[in-house]
């Protein structure tokens, strides 16, 4: 909450920044820096607001809690981002066919220069303590700050160009460098937006989680063989920083259920303290010795006890 409350207050003073100087300079890609910063501080606002309510437990109307607010913030964020993009770009493309004049372009390189110092602070911020909470609303927040940096620094390139240019080549008209740079600033703008819709609005459809957490999951039951014979059905899901993890696991018919559930309080307490907000459920079955095609992939029975079973070579991985 205090990193996004401070991306809230960085983003409010570089807006009045940057439109008090784009204003006063006639700079069309301050101008679109000023809006970029908007933006920046509407998703700083969502951020703060989707931390805040992802954090709540789950209730009597959210039994699976509120982590997808996250997702939905960040998808806010990116479509924000796109339209942010397609006013740069229609302004841009009306100077570049009007040209005016900058005047005060120090002012522009100035005011460029501690944008970018400031946001390349804050997003280092974002992104350290959004890895840490696997928070995806405070890494989109860093996202935005950190394309900010990007551009805030080919704005600046742009008016040092005119400027010198002005300054000591007073010959050829530079300020056409100006609406070509806040173009520039468009393009990546509209790629970060691509990114965080396609990092934010998968987990909506819950998708599994990445192929490197499931192995991890799949290496910790198979650490448990011989006293687990076999798993299969496992189906993994993420809403916001929270994971949801369930399999079936097969032991030896005789076990009693307080071993078996044992067992299961151990591989559930491993993968919570592996993932730091995971919903864990776990289904014990009896194993005859013969599968049908289902536990096929997940059987660790050694082949020479299947004897004569159906089964034929051992498949050790999903």
């Not at 700079?27 to 951020?47: F, T």
């Not at 522009?108 to 995806?136: C, H, P, Q, W």
């Not at 189906?235 to 916001?240: D, E, F, L, N, Y």
Request: proline letters at 4%.
């Amino acid at each position: 909450m205090r990193v996004a409350g401070l991306s809230v207050i960085s983003n409010a003073a570089l807006v009045a920044s940057k439109l008090a100087v784009g204003l006063l300079i006639g700079s069309v890609s301050i101008m679109s820096e000023a809006i970029h910063s908007g933006v920046d501080l509407l998703a700083a606002v969502i951020a703060v607001f989707s931390v805040r309510t992802s954090s709540l437990p789950a209730d009597a109307r959210h039994s699976f809690g509120h982590g997808k607010i996250e997702n939905i913030s960040g998808t806010v964020e990116a479509l924000l981002i796109f339209a942010a993009s397609g006013w740069i770009i229609f302004e841009a493309i009306r100077k570049i066919l009007h040209p005016q004049p900058i005047a005060y372009v120090g002012w522009g390189v100035v005011i460029m220069f501690i944008s970018a110092a400031v946001n390349y602070a804050v997003s280092g911020m974002l992104f350290k303590v959004g890895r840490e909470t696997d928070s995806i609303a405070l890494q989109a927040d860093g996202w935005h700050l950190r394309t900010d940096v990007y551009t805030s620094v080919g704005v600046m390139a742009s008016l040092s160009l005119i400027w010198i240019g002005n300054r000591f080549f007073p010959g050829p008209n530079l300020d056409w460098l100006d609406p070509a740079a806040a173009l520039g600033v468009s393009v990546l703008i509209i790629h970060a937006a691509y990114r965080l819709t396609i990092q934010s609005a998968r987990d909506l459809m819950d998708v599994r989680l990445p192929p490197e957490e499931e192995t991890w999951i799949l290496d910790l039951i198979r650490a448990y063989r011989p006293v687990i014979h076999g798993f299969h059905k496992l189906r993994t899901r993420k809403a916001g920083n929270f994971r949801f993890i369930e399999f079936h696991i097969k032991v030896d018919p005789e076990m009693s259920v307080k071993v078996s559930h044992r067992i299961t309080d151990e591989l559930s307490e491993s993968i919570k303290r592996h993932f730091s907000k995971a919903s864990v459920t776990i289904h014990i079955e009896p194993c005859g010795g013969r599968c049908d095609e289902s536990c096929l992939p997940g059987c660790l029975l050694e082949e020479e006890k299947r004897g004569g079973s159906i089964w034929g070579s051992r498949v050790g991985t999903l």
